[in-house]
């Protein structure tokens, strides 16, 4: 018996570029409100929406990222090739910030006369009620009794109620700070068999400060006072050390706030970064890095924006009912996430100081290595 031919498929609809990208829909979607007005319509207005709906778009790309990054992180296990994605991801969110940081640099080309005839009809709207943004924050792992107090209430006072539900509901949620601390203390490396990374360290740290204590009291060309001065400067540092070693001084000083990471998580993050060129260890001091990158840009961000908010009004009142430039500028120290990765600098030490790992643990720091994956 014959077979019978295939029914052909219909063909598809031809997609048109224009439909695809929804053009009509978003094009249409500026509405300056001076147009409204029996003024004469700023011609700047346009530029402003347009700014700040390119902001909003990158907001979304950039969560879209990070809950696909915060998804991998959330198993028992990361694989070496999800590190390698959730790194690549994280990296292309660090792109998008540095673009949105140019951004910012068209927006200056708007003066602040300019800005003045169609800022009055903004209130009480303002950058602050962007949901999109406050919900990064709180992916990333800012906290509500980190922030700085906004009207004396909560950061989401102004939202309106379908916002402050989902950023409710993102505070209550594992924040990627939260899922890189527990993939951090489940680093395999810190003691292994007889040898004990930690105890090593230590020992090494010991020998460089006694070393520069030894060198500093014998200078010929300091006096006693520079001498003196010097010593205490290095018993500090010791003093700062000493928090590292010492568990309990680790978890009073994070009670005080000084720390975020657990103290296990911390000591593998600085093996990590001590021991970065290992091959099983470089993509994970590459996800500490772009973290940390991540970080930093938006400080930067924040910093870029309290400077614009400076040209543009001076120590006026946000449209938003803020201290405008004063508000912004606190922001950037209070609002740091990954900054306990920055102060990881502190503890490094030479590489030809580092303690020298056991064949074993070099072998299982190869690109061979079948472990377990952190």
Do not use: C
């Amino acid at each position: 018996m014959a077979e019978s031919p295939e029914t052909p498929k219909p063909a598809s609809k031809a997609v048109y570029y224009a439909d695809y990208l929804k053009l009509d829909y978003l094009l249409e979607a500026q509405h300056p409100l001076s147009k409204l007005s029996d003024g004469a319509p700023a011609h700047d207005e346009m530029l402003f929406i347009i700014i700040h709906q390119a902001y909003e778009l990158w907001f979304k790309q950039v969560l879209h990222e990070l809950d696909s990054v915060m998804t991998l992180f959330s198993k028992p296990t990361v694989s070496e090739d999800q590190m390698g994605m959730a790194v690549a991801r994280l990296e292309r969110i660090i792109e998008i910030q540095r673009l949105m940081l140019m951004q910012m640099q068209v927006l200056q080309t708007m003066q602040p006369l300019d800005f003045l005839d169609f800022r009055d009809q903004l209130y009480p709207a303002s950058g602050f009620q962007s949901f999109q943004f406050r919900i990064l924050e709180n992916r990333l792992g800012l906290k509500p009794e980190q922030r700085v107090p906004y009207h004396q209430g909560r950061y989401d006072a102004s939202l309106d109620d379908r916002h402050r539900q989902i950023l409710q509901k993102a505070e209550n949620e594992p924040s990627l700070l939260e899922l890189v601390e527990k993939w951090l203390e489940r680093t395999p490396f810190l003691t292994f068999g007889s040898f004990d990374f930690w105890d090593s360290y230590r020992q090494a740290v010991e020998t460089l400060f006694d070393g520069d204590a030894e060198r500093i009291s014998s200078n010929p060309l300091l006096g006693a006072e520079d001498i003196q001065s010097h010593l205490d400067r290095l018993a500090a540092t010791r003093s700062t050390f000493a928090t590292l070693f010492s568990e309990e001084q680790y978890q009073e000083l994070q009670a005080q706030g000084g720390r975020r990471l657990s103290y296990k998580a911390t000591k593998a993050a600085l093996l990590i970064l001590l021991y970065r060129e290992r091959p099983i260890l470089h993509l994970p001091y590459r996800l500490i890095n772009a973290l940390s990158t991540v970080d930093e840009l938006l400080t930067t961000w924040r910093y870029r924006h309290a400077l614009n908010v400076q040209r543009m009004i001076g120590v006026k009142v946000g449209t938003g009912g803020s201290m405008g430039y004063e508000y912004l500028l606190h922001t950037m120290a209070k609002h740091r996430i990954f900054g306990d990765f920055n102060q990881l600098s502190t503890f490094l030490i030479p590489r030809s100081a580092l303690p020298e790992l056991p064949d074993e643990v070099e072998r299982q720091l190869g690109f061979y290595y079948q472990g377990e994956p952190t």
